[in-house]
Structures are given as C-alpha cells and as structure tokens.
C-alpha cells in the first residue's frame, strides 16, 4: 500500500490535476497509478508530464527509451517501473523476451541501442561522474550531442520515478514484475 494515498479516480484528484489526468488517460487508455499519485501535487505531475512530454519528442526511438527505463528500474531496483516498463516494453514497444531481459542486465541485443544503454547505466552508477571511455563508446555508436543529453535525462526522468514510487510504495498497477538485485 503506498504510503500517500493514491487518489483512487481522477475525479478524486485535486482539481488542477484532473486536466493532466485525462490527457494521460486519451493517451495510455488509463491513468496509472504513479500519474495519479504524483497528480496529488498538480504542480509535480505538470513537471512531470512536461518533462516526458518533451523527451517523447526528442530523437531516440520509442524502443530506446524503453531499454533505458529498463536498465534504470533493474538498477534501481524499482519494481513499479520494472513492471510498467516491462509491459510498455513489450506492448508498445514491441520489445521481445530477449530483448527485456538484455535491458535489464544494462545491454541490448540491438549493437546501437546497446551503447546507448551501456552509456545511460554507467551514467547511473556513477552519479554523472562517467569517464572518457564511456562518452568516447556511445559518442562512436554514432549517437550525437542532442541524443547523448537526451540518454542523459532519460536517466535521470527514470531515477526520478525509481525514487518516487520505492519511497512512497506505489501499489503496481501493472503486471508485477520484480527487480533481481537493488
């Protein structure tokens, strides 16, 4: 049980929220769980949303944003965003079975997207505090400036989430699928 209470509707959210609520729920088909306790500070879900919402558009693929989330909640040790972006993964992704499970051990089966995931792990287990090697890898797998800052704030858009659901113990809305090792 999450340690704030999860509005249980959109319309038990706070009145500003509810605008952003429905606009996730057009888009998803539902308003999951995490939205819908993060929409207890309309302010927080309007950053969020904003923040993912310009990633979104941003040059990395669909899929490589997903691999990422993988890697960061296998890190992290994140089950809510394991489970949600195991089942995004794989649904709307259309990452396979070998694929999800490359991800969450911080690599891919794909050689450029698995720079890209090497890189943005390394990112996280080194705070940002990565060495030349690691930029020289993913800068040669042919990833430019705009997508190597963008890498960069997938990680730290999926750290966010980590941090937020395992400290407020958001109940898993999606099908459950746990971390191997935090």
């Known amino acids: 049980m999450s340690r704030i209470p999860t509005p249980a509707t959109i319309d038990d959210a706070p009145a500003a ?18 939205f819908r306790l993060i929409a207890t500070s309309p302010a927080a879900l309007e950053a969020y949303l904003g923040l993912s919402g310009a990633l979104s558009k941003g040059a990395l693929p669909a899929p490589t944003r997903e691999r990422i989330a993988l890697a960061i909640a296998e890190f992290n040790g994140c089950d809510y965003c394991l489970s949600a972006h195991s089942y995004l993964g794989r649904n709307l992704a259309k990452l396979d079975e070998a694929e999800v499970a490359a991800n969450r051990a911080g690599r891919s089966n794909d050689p450029k997207a698995d720079a890209a995931v090497r890189f ?3 990112v996280a287990q080194a705070r940002g505090h990565i060495d030349e ?4 890898a993913v800068k040669n797998a042919g990833y430019d400036d705009a997508q190597i800052i963008e890498i960069i704030f997938h990680v ?3 750290v966010l989430t980590n941090y937020l659901n395992e400290a407020l113990t958001t109940d898993i ?9 935090a």
């Open 156 to 158: 730290a858009a999926n």
């Open 133 to 136: 090697d690691a930029f020289l």
């Open 17 to 34: 929220s509810r605008p952003l609520l429905e606009a996730v729920k057009k888009q998803l088909g539902v308003a999951p769980n995490l």
């Open 173 to 181: 809305d999606f099908p459950v699928v746990r971390a191997q090792a």
């Open 120 to 122: 943005a792990l390394k």
